[in-house]
């Protein structure tokens, strides 16, 4: 039985999918916003917020626009991004982690570390 509304197997499994079609950046958000759910001391109000950011991201009524080139990724990463920034004091060290190991796995040595660096400032 899951404990919780994200499988961190569907996320990752999703993300692997859609990787060639976003960022970098965009996998790195949605990799700390999910680290951040399944943080304990994240708490309700934030998770809601990180709840209605991933929803958005994966919703299939925005796939439409996404065809687009780089236009129809602007407004999710966009969205995306809102969502970090909003909860970013429950953003600490160790989740910086676990999203940079995660990320690792799925990119291997094409990370650019300064996407990463960019990211983090907003924190």
Do not use: H
Request: hydrophobic share 45%; net charge negative; charged share 20%.
């Amino acid at each position: 039985m899951k404990n919780s509304i994200f499988d961190l197997g569907d996320v990752f499994n999703y993300i692997s999918k859609y990787l060639r079609s976003i960022s970098t950046k965009g996998v790195y958000i949605v990799l700390l916003l999910v680290y951040a759910y399944k943080d304990i001391d994240t708490p309700a109000w934030a998770k809601r917020i990180i709840i209605g950011a991933l929803a958005y991201f994966v919703s299939p009524i925005d796939s439409i626009p996404d065809l687009t080139p780089f236009i129809g990724m602007t407004d999710d990463l966009g969205v995306l991004s809102f969502g970090l920034v909003t909860i970013a004091c429950y953003i600490d060290n160790e989740i910086k982690i676990k999203a940079k190991e995660q990320l690792m796995k799925f990119m291997g040595n094409k990370v650019d570390e300064s996407n990463l660096l960019e990211v983090d400032s907003w924190l």
